[in-house]
């Protein structure tokens, strides 16, 4: 069973240049789904790529990288049919929240004796 290779661009990444890369690897027109808002010039957008070989993976993720991903998701034993963006979606947000988020620096302080009866000198 082939995986899904997922990836969140930024609005500053080119989806053209994505495709032209990851065609540039072999992978057919049916292979892989780039998924555009309306406003595509200036949105965040999702692809995602059908892995049928785990050699492939990294270089996909490569191509990815390259082009800016924000995120990379693999969801293995799925096929690019049963990878419409209703079903990605889905399962990405299950996983956001899943994970563990790094808080910002915590300050811990050290506790004192505070006032007692004994007079230092």
């Given amino acids: 069973m082939s995986s899904i290779l997922a ?3 930024g609005p500053h990444s080119d989806y053209k240049k994505l495709e032209k890369e990851i065609e540039g690897l072999g992978f057919l027109d049916s292979e892989y789904i780039v998924y555009l808002s309306d406003d595509h010039h200036n ?3 999702l692809a995602s790529v059908e892995i049928k070989n785990r050699d492939l993976t990294e270089k996909v993720r490569h191509i990815f990288d ?3 991903v924000h995120k990379t ?3 293995e034993n ?3 049919d049963q990878a419409s963006y209703i079903n990605l979606k889905r399962l990405i947000d299950a996983r956001s ?3 563990i988020h790094s808080s ?3 300050r811990i302080k050290a506790q ?3 006032i007692n009866s004994e007079v230092k000198a």
């Fill in 7 to 9: 990836g969140l661009f």
């Fill in 78 to 80: 799925m096929s690019i």
């Fill in 112 to 114: 004192h004796d505070g």
């Fill in 97 to 99: 929240k899943a994970e």
């Fill in 43 to 45: 949105s965040q957008y």
């Fill in 66 to 68: 390259e082009n800016h």
């Fill in 73 to 75: 998701y693999l969801f």
């Fill in 104 to 106: 910002p620096d915590v």
